[in-house]
């Protein structure tokens, strides 16, 4: 039985991944990957949760739902594949209009 | 639990008029030929506004929690259900005019707008975590794309590609703390929540849980430290676009704020509101000072103002909430008509947006430049409009309520606010007289304004000067909205202990006003809700 923290650990490194992948990496779509890893980071820690309370439920079992948050992962994972499909739009319309993927040469709007 | 009854579907009424009429244009929109006018197809859409405002009104006899306690009709919510149409509906009149203007010729740029306005009015009725989450996703993706929707434009596209990378990194930020609060309580329901909350000492999860929540909708709000994708976005997308993306999402957004903090009290978000207020402001109107376009410029007043509108977060009370609700209303009549003005006078491709282009526009369009006159002193906040009330109101909640802790932190707050409220009067006050006072650089008068964009402009410059002079009646319907949101029970103990409420007299006195509407409602809402809860 591997202990919940584990499991928050893990997402919370996945997580700060993908932060800095968002930070310090230049391709469009590899900032659109990052954020993608941050929401898989997210769903792992409802599965984690969702099985904790659980477990939890035989002592307060009124107070849980039982298999909420594995279903909050389903909803999230719709959501991401909604925004993927308009960030690839978008990410196409860019690529048409400046003919480059960098965002450091994406920058028509600076002060 | 309970079985879906039709009271549950009178409660998500606007929602479903508004993406009936989103589904109808664009069922319509394919069967037109490419060069038809898709005049209509607005015209449409303006309907399905108005008609979504009427369902609002007609919730006021179904207050209650619908869909197995996710979804709460009570006067906050219907309040922006109110707003909300509102806004898109004059946002749809202005974009009648702007569309022909750009030569954009397709019927689903209505659709979005209306599918956006259904995220965003269902995160102002959502008490689900979740929902709240689905509904800020619907509202953003249409407006990721509404932003790049002049599509040959590179400005355009840039900007939709950074409000999306952005928008998207704030969203995953929110739903991160959706999943820690699931932890720290094994709900997403924010009411229940508030009551786990309330009973146990919240640990250090839901702290952290509540702080990356404010991180996600300060993304939204356009709050600094959160605040660097705003200009560049503003400059960038179609300005009827801006007009509705700078108040629409940003009054969702405020309402969810609303929502989740005041269910979360005790999680220790007093200073960072605070910290993220007063760099607001600063950030924002030391920005637009030196920004040579409109909308540019604008898009900083709008970070600034974000940061009035936290200073009534940060005063946490009844007066707070009810402040912060009128700012919302009072800044989406004046931003919306300020941006009207600056898309009609933008013309083909956008092509004068900068502060020059706007010289001598006091003789080559009296009303126009009359009109953004009004607005811009209304952002400046003088007396006998909107922006004026909504600022005094936010400061004077701000002074009301005192931090136990920090007695003297708002203080110095509304301090900060006022400084900034003097600064902010030099950049408005400069465009101002750079209509008045200086030669016209271009000789041709601009383009008469359509019907449609006068009605535009007549609205909103009403209700800048309504709300300014006579604002009672909002007012009374703001104080019972932020009444509602705090059910009166344990929160006002849990308030006293963190900050000094109001006394009872003065909230006595806040309620005598609208005496002869609340207690019939509140018993009405009160009882149902009692009901629905004991069935679930």
């Known amino acids: ?111 | 639990m309970s079985p879906i009854s039709g009271v549950d579907y009178i409660r998500i009424l606007p929602e479903l008029v508004l993406t009936a009429f989103g589904i109808a244009v664009m069922l319509i929109d394919p069967l037109l030929k490419p060069s038809d006018s898709r005049r209509g197809l607005g015209l449409l859409s303006f309907v399905g506004t108005l008609a979504a405002i009427a369902a609002a009104v007609y919730q006021m006899h179904y207050y209650g929690l619908g869909w197995f306690g996710m979804v709460r009709v009570d006067s906050f919510s219907i309040f922006f259900h109110v707003l909300i149409p509102a806004i898109s509906a004059v946002c749809i009149l202005a974009s009648l005019e702007y569309l022909e203007q750009q030569k954009i010729g397709s019927g689903e740029y209505y659709a979005l707008i209306l599918f956006g306005t259904v995220g965003m009015v269902l995160m102002s009725s959502a008490v689900e975590l979740v929902l709240i989450f689905v509904a800020l996703e619907i509202s953003s993706i249409s407006t990721y794309i509404l932003a790049g929707y002049r599509r040959r434009s590179a400005s355009s596209a840039e900007a939709s590609i950074k409000y999306f990378l952005l928008g998207s990194f704030a969203t995953a930020f929110f739903l991160y703390g959706v999943a820690l609060m699931f932890g720290a309580t094994g709900t997403t329901d924010i009411l229940r929540i508030q009551a786990q909350l309330a009973a146990t000492n919240p640990g250090i999860l839901a702290y952290v849980a509540t702080a990356l929540m404010i991180i996600g909708l300060g993304f939204k709000v356009a709050a600094a430290p959160f605040h660097i994708w705003t200009p560049d976005v503003y400059e960038g997308a179609p300005a009827p676009i801006v007009a509705l993306m700078s108040t629409g999402p940003k009054a969702a957004a405020f309402a969810v704020l609303l929502r989740v903090l005041f269910a979360t009290t005790g999680t220790g978000w007093f200073w960072l509101i605070w910290i993220s207020a007063a760099l607001s402001m600063t950030l924002g109107n030391f920005g637009a000072l030196v920004q040579g376009n409109v909308k540019r410029m604008l898009a900083y007043s709008s970070i600034a103002h974000a940061g009035y509108l936290l200073v009534a977060f940060a005063a946490s009370n009844q007066l707070g909430i009810s402040a912060a609700i009128f700012y919302t209303a009072a800044y989406a009549a004046m931003n919306v008509g300020a941006f009207a003005v600056v898309s009609h006078f933008g013309s083909a491709g956008e092509r004068y947006v900068s502060i020059d282009d706007y010289a001598g526009l006091g003789k080559r369009s009296p009303l126009l430049a009359f009109t953004l006159t009004i607005f811009l002193l209304s952002l400046i906040g003088i007396p006998a409009t909107a922006g004026f009330l909504a600022k005094y109101y936010a400061f004077t909640a701000a002074m009301h309520g005192t931090s136990a802790t920090h007695p003297t932190a708002l203080v110095w707050l509304v301090i900060i606010g006022v400084v900034n409220s003097a600064v902010a009067s030099y950049y408005y006050l400069r465009l101002v007289v750079v209509m008045y006072m200086r030669e016209p650089t271009v000789s041709e008068p601009p383009a008469p304004a359509s019907a449609s964009m006068r009605v535009a402009l007549v609205i909103t410059t009403i209700a800048t000067i309504y709300l300014g002079v006579v604002p009672g009646r909002l007012l009374d319907y703001t104080t019972l909205a932020a009444s509602d949101l705090q059910p009166k029970t344990k929160a006002a103990g849990m308030m006293g202990a963190r900050f000094k409420s109001l006394t009872d007299l003065e909230v006595k006195e806040l309620f005598r006003r609208s005496s002869h509407v609340t207690p019939a409602e509140d018993n009405r809402s009160g009882s149902q809700e009692k009901k629905r809860v004991d069935n679930r």
């Open chain 1, 1 to 111: 039985m591997v202990p919940l923290a584990w499991y928050l650990v893990l997402s919370a490194i996945l997580f700060c991944l993908g932060i800095f992948g968002f930070l310090l990496k230049r391709n469009i779509i590899t900032i659109f990957m990052s954020i993608e890893l941050m929401l898989n980071a997210v769903n792992l820690t409802f599965v984690a949760f969702a099985n904790y309370w659980n477990e939890h439920a035989k002592t307060v079992a009124e107070k849980v739902v039982p298999l909420s948050g594995q279903v909050f992962v389903f909803f999230v994972m719709v959501v991401a594949a909604a925004e993927a499909a308009v960030g690839l739009a978008i990410i196409i319309s860019v690529f048409r209009t400046r003919e480059t993927l960098n965002v450091d040469r994406v920058n028509l709007l600076k002060l």
